[in-house]
Nanobody, 124 residues
Framework: QVQVVASGGGLVQAGGSLRLSCTVS????????MAWFRQASGKEREGLFS????????FYADSVKGRFTISRDNAKNTLYLQMNSLKPEDTAMYYC?????????????????WGQGTQVTVSS
């Protein structure tokens, strides 16, 4: 049984930093691409980054370019999202996704397994 567990969210002031983690079990972690998405209240889930099993990353959201970084530690079966210079508009539930299904990587349907999400709230 595959489990995807995200953690590290919380309340932070604008300009601050957070590091999200996503631990995956039940599959061979380093065989698969991973991704981070976020969903703000009342909005659609937005793809932020994906990272291949080789560690090569692709970003999809201009709004986080230069502030957020995706990485992975295959020895720990863990995906990370380092978020710096946080803004109130970054407030959202953040989700990690595992195992590409094909199609566009920015689409929810493009990923097989999802974590439960971790809430990030940025105060002004």
């Amino acid at each position: 049984q595959v489990q995807v567990v995200a953690s590290g969210g919380g309340l932070v002031q604008a300009g601050g930093s957070l590091r999200l983690s996503c631990t995956v079990s039940g599959l061979t972690f380093d065989d698969h691409a991973m991704a981070w998405f976020r969903q703000a209240s009342g909005k659609e889930r937005e793809g932020l980054f994906s990272i291949g099993r080789d560690g090569v990353s692709t970003f999809y959201a201009d709004s986080v370019k230069g502030r957020f970084t995706i990485s992975r530690d295959n020895a720990k079966n863990t995906l990370y999202l380092q978020m710096n210079s946080l803004k109130p508009e970054d407030t959202a539930m953040y989700y990690c996704a595992a195992v590409r299904l094909g199609g566009r990587p920015t689409m929810v349907a493009g990923w097989r397994y999802w974590g439960q999400g971790t809430q990030v709230t940025v105060s002004s």
